[in-house]
């Protein structure tokens, strides 16, 4: 079954006040490998998850709005952290181009709707034309009493990257991926692989966890797949 995938960071001595640099040095990370270096909307949360934002900005990153600087990634985590209190988590939208087969839209509405064993199966049809689509990262940083300390299980900062489909294919076996299939959920790991040690390298971090909300071991799984697909 599709999982919810996340990556966590925790950083050594950390001062809730180097949360907006520690946020730039992720999120630049991130752009280097996805060559995006705009956020594409930002969202400050009090106290929990449920209540209703008190700050939220969606930025519009076409021809029309390069003339802005206000969606640079330095520019909008300085403007989203400008209150800065230790009861608010900081969320940033990132967007990244991942393979994935291109179906048409009435396609893409019902495998939506699919059971996530149907939904498996679906990504690797072998007609499929594989193409790299915009998908959402959702980047979030933690002040330290939010959601009851979260950051504690969550990481001072924590990667969302949505449904881990486009990376592990659950539910086909190898022989059931055609060449143009296993080249490109190869590229999606070796993005996400290349993003994960470009934060650990330059991030200055004390500790990373890359998970799923099931539990299940992914790092391994997709250090397998990648292996078996080369």
């Known amino acids: 079954m599709a999982d919810q995938l996340y990556l966590s960071l925790w950083f050594p001595n950390f001062r809730f006040e180097a949360l907006p640099g520690a946020l730039v040095s992720v999120m630049r990370q991130f752009a280097a490998i ?7 909307a930002a969202t400050v949360y009090p106290i929990s998850f449920n209540e209703s934002p008190t700050f939220q900005r969606i930025f519009v990153n076409d021809d029309r709005a390069q003339s802005s600087e206000d969606s640079l990634i330095e520019n909008a985590v300085a403007e989203a952290t400008e209150q800065l209190h230790d009861d608010l988590a900081y969320e940033f939208e990132m967007r990244w181009n991942l393979w994935t ?11 939506d709707d699919a059971p996530d064993d149907e939904s498996s199966r679906a990504f690797g049809r072998l007609d499929a034309l594989w193409k790299p689509r915009p998908s ?7 002040g330290p009493s939010f959601d009851d300390a979260t950051y504690e ?6 990667i969302d990257f949505g449904l881990d489909t486009p990376w592990v294919a659950e539910g086909l076996e190898d022989e059931d991926l055609d060449q ?13 692989l290349a993003f994960t040690l470009s934060v650990e390298k330059h991030c200055n971090i004390s500790s990373r966890l ?3 909300e099931s539990g299940e071991p992914l790092a391994q799984k997709l250090i397998d797949r990648l292996q078996r697909l080369n």
């Open 34 to 40: 996805s060559g995006e270096d705009r956020v594409a």
């Open 101 to 111: 087969p291109q179906l048409d839209d009435d396609f893409h509405n019902r495998l």
């Open 136 to 142: 959402t990262v959702r980047i979030l940083g933690f």
């Open 153 to 158: 299980q969550n990481g001072h900062i924590r």
């Open 180 to 192: 143009d299939a296993a080249k490109h959920i190869r590229q999606n790991v070796e993005m996400l």
């Open 210 to 212: 890359l998970w799923t």
